[in-house]
């Protein structure tokens, strides 16, 4: 890899990562994270520097291994997630345990094992949220509770590392048309139609932008929802 500044992008194998990874492939240095590493090759073989970072985020100490030969960090953005769908009386124990412990737990284990490098460079945490983070609506119980957490998460990150030069963003986009979208749809008994959601792209853009805003600026939380294109 180059002298270029260095981002870890999770979830990076598809989706909303993926395209993060393409947006910022021309001024970093890349470690596309995830568990697929057939999807991760794919979307390296598109970056001229960048390369995958195999790792299963739920694993202690699989992620602590990965992590350990990471002593400086520009950016770490926290695209991994999962999302389902259910009313209260259907979403057992198991599946509020699945909501935490990707959308929140890993995210504080990795971030809490980076935080050294992630100093070092005085560098930016991304979170990527949703706008159940923001409100929470019938059958979205376990989601919005965890994303709810990692909201409080960024918030007390921001708060504790300021000082230390960090910068912290929360993104909560609307609905956005991948694969998990798909899972969503399907969960609430609909219709995928991309062409009502959100592009992966206008979200990426947002990313890019909040990373690439000057020094004196700290992008806190940036809410970015679908409109009809007319």
């Given at each position: 890899?180059?002298?270029?500044?260095?981002?870890?992008?999770?979830?990076?194998?598809?989706?909303?990562?993926?395209?993060?990874?393409?947006?910022?492939?021309?001024?970093?240095?890349?470690?596309?994270?995830?568990r697929d590493t057939e999807a991760l090759d794919a979307?390296?073989?598109?970056?001229?520097?960048?390369?995958?970072?195999?790792?299963?985020?739920?694993?202690?100490?699989?992620?602590?291994?990965?992590?350990?030969?990471?002593?400086?960090?520009?950016?770490?953005v926290h695209s991994a997630g999962v999302a389902r769908?259910?009313?209260?009386?259907?979403?057992?124990?198991?599946?509020?345990?699945?909501?935490?412990?990707?959308?929140?737990?890993?995210?504080?284990?990795?971030?809490?094992?980076?935080?050294?490098?992630?100093?070092?460079?005085?560098?930016?945490?991304?979170?990527?949220?949703?706008?159940?983070?923001?409100?929470?609506?019938?059958?979205?119980?376990?989601?919005?509770?965890?994303?709810?957490?990692?909201?409080?998460?960024?918030?007390?990150?921001?708060?504790?590392?300021?000082?230390?030069?960090?910068?912290?963003?929360?993104?909560?986009?609307?609905?956005?048309?991948?694969?998990?979208?798909?899972?969503v749809r399907a969960d609430e008994g609909a219709d995928?139609?991309?062409?009502?959601?959100?592009?992966?792209?206008?979200?990426?853009?947002?990313?890019?932008?909040?990373?690439?805003?000057?020094?004196?600026?700290?992008?806190?939380?940036?809410?970015?929802?679908?409109?009809?294109?007319?």
């Amino acid at each position: 890899m180059t002298e270029r500044p260095l981002a870890l992008i999770t979830g990076a194998s598809r989706g909303i990562g993926a395209t993060i990874a393409l947006a910022l492939g021309n001024t970093h240095s890349l470690l596309l994270g995830g568990r697929d590493t057939e999807a991760l090759d794919a979307v390296a073989e598109h970056l001229p520097d960048a390369r995958p970072w195999p790792v299963e985020l739920t694993d202690d100490a699989a992620v602590a291994k990965a992590a350990a030969d990471i002593d400086r960090l520009d950016v770490l953005v926290h695209s991994a997630g999962v999302a389902r769908v259910a009313p209260l009386t259907e979403s057992p124990a198991d599946l509020w345990r699945s909501m935490y412990e990707i959308n929140v737990v890993a995210v504080a284990e990795l971030t809490r094992l980076l935080l050294p490098a992630l100093r070092a460079a005085k560098g930016h945490v991304v979170l990527i949220n949703s706008g159940a983070g923001q409100n929470a609506n019938p059958n979205w119980g376990p989601y919005a509770a965890s994303k709810f957490a990692l909201r409080a998460y960024a918030d007390v990150l921001r708060a504790e590392e300021e000082s230390a030069g960090l910068r912290v963003t929360s993104v909560y986009p609307g609905r956005t048309a991948t694969d998990m979208q798909r899972i969503v749809r399907a969960d609430e008994g609909a219709d995928f139609e991309p062409e009502r959601y959100l592009t992966p792209e206008s979200v990426a853009e947002l990313v890019r932008t909040a990373i690439a805003a000057t020094p004196d600026a700290h992008p806190t939380d940036l809410v970015i929802r679908s409109r009809p294109v007319r």
